[in-house]
T-cell receptor, first 116, second 115 residues
């Protein structure tokens, strides 16, 4: 069965702290994604990675960085957390299939981060 | 312009009735894919159904079907015989172009099934 695991369901951090959100997938997928979900805005892509040590900015990368040292793990880093980064963070992974194919992204359960 | 538009922030439907969730999209690329995901209160996004731009027939998966109207750029999700467990947020998403792995999501529709 497909499994994407996010290390924490809930996190509370202080403004200015460095925050690490971890995501692990067990499906040997090439692609991994970090999204942010806010009410009325849907899901917005922060960063994605298509291979180990490879990353690409999404739509809202400001204030975030990522790390992918191993294929199964993709970390989202808030270098200095701010209150406007309080949100739900979702990790996803997908395989690289032949071009044009149905390519499903599989999601973790999400991390609800509060920055005080 | 919004790539994916979901105009219904919330819907209430009686149990066992069919429900249609609207989704319109905007792209100039001839190759694209459309996805629907369900997000229960637990938070995890669950894939429901997929429609490719070149698919000749509307996609169906059990009680879910996709009413794909290419000329109108709409991809509405139809849930037949709704159940209490269908209460959730529903998101429409699009992948544009060949070799692009990224999805663009709509703002979602919160569906509540009334017993």
């Amino acid at each position: 069965d497909v499994k994407v695991t996010q290390s924490s369901r809930y996190l509370v951090k202080r403004t200015g702290e460095k925050v690490f959100l971890e995501c692990v997938q067990d499906m040997d997928h090439e692609n991994m994604f970090w999204y942010r979900q806010d009410p009325g805005l849907g899901l917005r892509l922060i960063y994605f990675s298509y291979d180990v040590k490879m990353k690409e900015k999404g739509d809202i990368p400001e204030g975030y960085s990522v790390s992918r040292e191993k294929k199964e793990r993709f970390s989202l880093i808030l270098e200095s957390a701010s209150t406007n980064q309080t949100s739900m963070y979702l990790c996803a992974s997908s395989p690289t299939l032949f071009r044009g194919a149905k390519n499903i992204q599989y999601f973790g359960a999400g991390t609800r981060l509060s920055v005080l | 312009a919004q790539k994916i538009t979901q105009t219904q922030p919330g819907m209430f439907v009686q149990e066992k009735e069919a429900v249609t969730l609207d989704c319109t999209y905007d792209t100039s690329d001839p190759s694209y894919g459309l996805f629907w995901y369900k997000q229960p209160s637990s938070g995890e996004m669950i894939f429901l159904i997929y429609q490719g731009s070149y698919d000749q027939q509307n996609a169906t998966e059990g009680r879910y079907s996709l009413n794909f109207q290419k000329a109108r750029k709409s991809a509405n999700l139809v849930i037949s015989a709704s159940q209490l467990g269908d209460s959730a947020m529903y998101f429409c998403a699009m992948r544009e172009g060949v070799g692009n792995e990224k999805l663009t999501f709509g703002t979602g529709t919160r569906l509540t099934i009334i017993p």
